[in-house]
């Protein structure tokens, strides 16, 4: 069966990074995107970009351009979310889902979140 | 960026009663929508895509409609496991914007 087993929760303080990690297994880990997506405490979803685990390819909100980096390894089929400059509204519990799709990107398995507290 | 638009923001319904979300984009989006339903501690749930596409174990009393700009999630008779919040997001360019949620609460 699908599942996406993300790593453990982390408390950061502000300026440093985190780096979430989303270990694939069920399927042909390059055959389907991995996107990530965040709720912050009391918000909707926010949709962060996407990495494409065949070519390494990735897009990102621009509102993350230049903090996120997304990255794989595909000898372990396990997909990585860095995200740097953690400011206290990034505290966050951070999804990384599978697209089905390239054309409608419906993320049908999720994984189970990590949190991300950003605290001094 | 596509800005998408829920309403309501939440509602109170009871067991049985038909609801209605409406989901709004800022631009046409020719169905390229999904739906997804989200519970406190819970991993999203996908319930619908392209507008009107079932996803696969999700009960048919979850349905999608619409097109152009203006799309609906319907369920037709509540049911006690139906308590959540429901977000549309739009797949039709980047980034992939959600709407701010619809919270359905118990009445």
């Known amino acids: 069966q699908v599942q996406l087993v993300q790593s453990g929760a982390e408390v950061k303080e502000p300026g440093a990074s985190v780096k979430v990690s989303c270990k694939a297994s069920g399927y042909t880990f390059t055959d389907y995107y991995l996107h990530w997506v965040r709720q912050a405490p009391g918000q909707g979803l926010e949709w962060m970009g996407w990495i494409n685990p065949n070519s390494g390819g990735t897009k990102s909100a621009q509102k993350f351009q230049g903090r996120v980096t997304m990255t794989r390894d595909t000898s372990i089929n396990t997909a990585y979310m860095d995200l740097s400059r953690l400011r206290s509204d990034d505290t966050a519990v951070y999804y990384c889902?599978?697209?089905?799709?390239?054309?409608?990107?419906?993320?049908?398995?999720w994984g189970q979140g990590t949190l991300v507290t950003v605290s001094s | 960026d596509i800005q998408m638009t829920q309403s309501p923001s939440s509602l109170s319904a009871s067991v049985g009663d038909r609801v209605t979300i409406t989901c709004r984009a800022s631009?046409?989006?020719?169905?390229?929508l999904n739906w997804y339903q989200k519970k406190p501690g819970q991993d999203p749930k996908l319930l619908m895509y392209a507008a009107s596409s079932l996803e696969g174990g999700v009960p048919s009393r979850f349905s999608g409609s619409g097109s152009g700009t203006d799309y609906t999630l319907t369920i037709s008779s509540l049911q006690p496991e139906d308590f959540a919040t429901y977000y549309c997001?739009?797949?039709?360019?980047?980034?992939?914007?959600f709407g701010g949620g619809t919270k359905v609460e118990i009445k």
């Open positions: 997001q739009q797949s039709f360019s980047t980034p992939l914007t």
């Open positions: 889902a599978r697209g089905r799709s390239t054309m409608n990107h419906q993320a049908d398995f």
């Open positions: 631009q046409n989006i020719i169905r390229y």
